[in-house]
């Protein structure tokens, strides 16, 4: 926890990782990724929407735990998630088979790299949600994981592609608490981040801290980080275009309003030539 006297503001990155307990990105995201997504639901609609109007099967990369997975399956969409991650794809079987149902008969799961996986059908969406296109660190895989969705969908199909739009004047090494939470185990988990951006590589180092405090356990503290490489939107525009997609529609927001200069983020429906 900060020391007292300080704010978590006033806090660096390396004073963070003292005492820490360091896990792999995805082994730490799978414990308590749904923890911190549970309230998020603006873009299900979204996705659902649009999903709704090009009918199935979607296919949805970087699938996670299946935070839109399972609602647009329940919404009686066939649909096929790709992730390279057991550990989240393990939270995710586990959640689809407590569900079961139209759910668990609407879900095909494929555990593969999105610039690689092969799947046995054809899709008329494709869907890369909440930033996961932004782990892709080289042109060469964005182009590579292009090229491979666009093989995976039906002639005139659509992909849709959600990022955030970069604002590059936020402090740096600044650690900010984003919320406490008690989990059903009865722990109390306070997740603080930071970040670090290089304007060289366009990318952006996120530190995540985790204090977790239990009555029956001592305190522990658990740190992870992960590599983004951000998108800018005429250079977001350029690599749909190159990688054999036409731009239909752009937003900035999740209620389909208009990209601005200071959308939080960018929305990219295209569809394939």
Known sequence: MPKKGKS????????????????????????????????????????????????GPVLELMCGTGRIMIPLADAGLEI???????????????????????????????????????????????LIPFNSFLHLLSRKDQEDALANVRDHLETGGLLVMSVFNPRLDRPENLVRHRGTKITSKGEIISKFEAQTIDLA???????????????????????????????????????????????????????FSALKKNSELMCFVARKL
């Not at 096929?80 to 008969?105: C, H, Y």
């Not at 985790?210 to 490489?229: G, N, P």
């Open 80 to 126: 096929t998630g790709v992730d390279k991650s057991a550990a989240m794809l393990d939270v995710l079987s586990a959640k689809i088979e407590l569900i079961g149902g139209r759910v668990e008969r609407n879900i095909d799961v494929i555990e593969g790299d999105v610039r690689t996986f092969k799947a046995e059908r054809k899709f008329r969406l494709a």
């Open 201 to 255: 590589t366009q990318t952006t180092l996120v530190h995540y801290f985790y204090d977790i405090s239990r009555q029956d356990k001592e305190f522990r503290r658990v740190t992870t980080s992960m590599t983004l490489r951000f998108l800018f939107q005429h250079e977001a525009v350029d690599l749909l275009n190159r990688s054999g997609f036409a731009i239909e529609e752009t937003f900035g927001d999740y209620a």
């Open 8 to 55: 978590s503001s006033e806090r660096s990155v390396t004073s963070f990782e003292q005492d820490s307990e360091v896990l792999d990105e995805y082994e730490t995201n799978s414990k308590y990724y749904d923890i911190w997504t549970e309230d998020f639901v603006e873009d299900i609609e979204f996705y659902k929407t649009i999903a709704e109007r090009t009918g």
